[in-house]
T-cell receptor, first 116, second 116 residues
């Protein structure tokens, strides 16, 4: 149980294009999902918290107009990197919050974005 | 503010031996949760084990156990009978609460390398 998928796993795009990444909880419903960014050899940095049916909450320093988040259903959250630039190249990984006393976050496999 | 510290950037262990990965934390919250995740080279974050701050016993999950010392604010991960497949990055994380709900704060990670 507690499987999270993420699509696509790899994206290579030209500078100026927009990229959409999907995060799905496959066998549970998640009212809360999270989006992280990870640079090489570094830890995960939380970008935003996505709550179903409401606006995402962004961490300090994360541009909400740059990184659009939509959480339209209990099993799907999307992250759109708008007008991507080379500095946006990174590993983006989502997680979904499972219920229960531990409130464990289960992670998707991640998306590697390379902007040329 | 919450803080997680992993002081070992890299660790070697001989196959079939046990290894301890250190994690110390700092928080003013009376209730919190501690997690360990494994990140192999593929990038996915795999949930390993959870310890609640009020749990009386140390958590165990198969070959993983958590040495929770609340007074010392440490939550070390012990892997018994190391296997080659255990080679990966390991992250300690603490659950806190941000404005949007639960969030995880990650340590810097420890790279574990299992020698045959």
């Amino acid at each position: 149980g507690a499987v999270v998928s993420q699509h696509p796993s790899w994206v290579i795009c030209k500078s100026g294009t927009s990229v959409k990444i999907e995060c799905r909880s496959l066998d549970f419903q998640a009212t809360t999902m999270f989006w992280y960014r990870q640079f090489p050899k570094q830890s995960l940095m939380l970008m935003a918290t996505s709550n179903e049916g409401s606006k995402a909450t962004y961490e300090q320093g994360v541009e909400k107009d740059k990184f659009l988040i939509n959480h339209a259903s209990l099993t799907l959250s999307t992250l759109t990197v708008t007008s991507a630039h080379p500095e946006d190249s990174s590993f983006y990984i989502c997680s979904a919050l499972a219920g229960g006393p531990s409130e464990t976050q289960y992670f998707g496999p991640g998306t590697r974005l390379l902007v040329l | 503010a919450q803080k997680i510290t992993q002081t070992q950037p890299g660790m070697f262990v001989q196959e079939k031996e046990a290894v301890t990965l250190d994690c110390t934390y700092d928080t003013s919250d009376p209730s919190y949760g501690l997690f360990w995740y494994k990140q192999p080279s593929s990038g996915e974050m795999i949930f390993l084990i959870y310890q609640g701050s009020y749990d009386q016993q140390n958590a165990t999950e198969g070959r993983y156990s958590l040495n929770f010392q609340k007074a010392r604010k440490s939550a070390n991960l012990v892997i018994s009978a190391s296997q080659l497949g255990d080679s990966a990055m390991y992250f300690c994380a603490m659950r806190g609460v941000n404005n949007a709900g639960n969030m995880l704060t990650f340590g810097g990670g420890t790279r574990l390398m299992v020698k045959p």
